[in-house]
């Protein structure tokens, strides 16, 4: 059974800086495509940050030169660190690990 559990959410100013982590637990991060996503109130869930198998990466224009997803094999987990925050990036963010499977989410709040 695949689990994944999101933490480093919280409060920040903007300008500041947050890391999210992902753990997973039942699939190897390492062969598996990882995602984070987010949604904001009233908004739909959109695509932040990819990572493939391989550790080709991609990012939502809004989020390039700021977000970096990067993946440890041996904690089996993926992080999201988020730099320059902006209070239009105020969202929950999930973890999503092969399209199927999705973390709990973990709310991110930037105030102005």
């Known amino acids: 059974q695949v689990r994944l559990v999101e933490s480093g959410g919280g409060l920040v100013q903007a300008g500041g800086s947050l890391r999210l982590s992902c753990a997973a637990s039942?699939?190897?991060?390492?062969?598996?495509?990882m995602a984070w996503y987010r949604q904001a109130p009233g908004k739909q869930r959109e695509l932040v940050a990819h990572?493939?198998?391989?550790?080709?990466?991609n990012y939502a224009d809004s989020v390039k030169g700021r977000f970096t997803i990067q993946r440890d094999n041996a904690k089996n987990t993926v992080y999201l660190q988020m730099n320059s925050l902006k209070p239009e990036d105020t969202a929950v963010y999930y973890c999503?690990?092969?399209?199927?499977?999705w973390g709990q989410g973990t709310q991110v709040t930037v105030s102005s």
């Open positions: 039942g699939s190897a991060v390492s062969i598996n495509a």
């Open positions: 999503n690990l092969g399209i199927l499977y």
């Open positions: 990572i493939t198998s391989g550790s080709s990466t």
